[in-house]
């Protein structure tokens, strides 16, 4: 069955340093891949998304993620936080001509 | 903004009764979706509509049931509520049919049932 995998709930980091949120997915084709970001009381924002081509794809917000289907992962990272990015990142997938499946989430927090 | 809207905000009521969650899609756009996002579940998808017709289901309960009009507006219809129902519930739409599109989500309904 497919799947989403976010192993990290809750990340803490610094303004200023470097993150990188894990998402590993089981999926049997070559997936569509998702990073949405969601702010306390609002919808989800698409950060950026992975279809086909160049591995590594940039977003918006400075974020980008690599492709890696050797270990069938999709890791969303930054290269310096800002505090106006903590909120919680949720990668997915999409199945067959559809429905998104979603991870569980990653709560990031940023301290001054 | 996405440029989906969803109606009401907030929704309060209790156990037993039915309520209607509205949602507007982009302009332009063909197809909505409705995801459920709980606490225990996560985010679930439930439905799909495209051009007033059902493409896709997912987790949804018989209870719940939804719509899409010929102004491509859609509804979902909760019945015969239960305390587990309290959730968000998103919409979003995308211009196809799906297959990879992006999907631009509203920002939500939150349904508190008592």
């Known amino acids: 069955a497919q799947s989403v995998t976010q192993p990290d709930i809750h990340i803490t980091v610094s303004e200023g340093a470097s993150l990188e949120l894990r998402c590993n997915y089981s999926y049997g084709a070559t997936p569509y891949l998702f990073w949405y970001v969601q702010s306390p009381g609002q919808g989800l924002q698409l950060l950026l998304k992975y279809f086909s081509g160049d591995t590594l794809v940039q977003g918006i917000k400075g974020f980008e993620a690599e492709f890696k289907r050797s270990q069938s992962s999709f890791n969303l990272r930054k290269p310096s936080v800002h505090w106006s990015d903590a909120a919680e990142y949720f990668c997915?997938?999409?199945?067959?001509?559809?429905?998104?499946?979603f991870g569980t989430g990653t709560r990031l927090q940023v301290f001054p | 903004d996405s440029g989906v809207t969803q109606t009401p905000k907030h929704l309060i009521t209790a156990t037993g009764q039915r309520v209607t969650l509205r949602c507007s899609p982009r302009?332009?756009?063909?197809?909505v979706y409705w995801y459920q996002q709980s606490l225990d579940q996560g985010l679930q998808f439930l439905i799909q509509y495209y051009n007033g017709e059902e493409r896709a289901k997912g987790n949804i309960l018989e209870r719940f049931s939804a719509q899409q009009f010929p102004d491509l507006h859609s509804e979902l219809n909760l019945s015969s509520l239960e305390l587990g129902d309290s959730a968000l519930y998103f919409c979003?739409?995308?211009?196809?049919?799906?297959?990879?599109?992006?999907?631009?989500f509203g920002p939500g309904t939150r349904l508190l049932v008592l």
């Open positions: 979003a739409s995308s211009v196809g049919k799906g297959n990879g599109e992006t999907q631009y």
């Open positions: 302009s332009g756009d063909l197809s």
């Open positions: 997915a997938v999409g199945v067959g001509a559809d429905k998104l499946i």
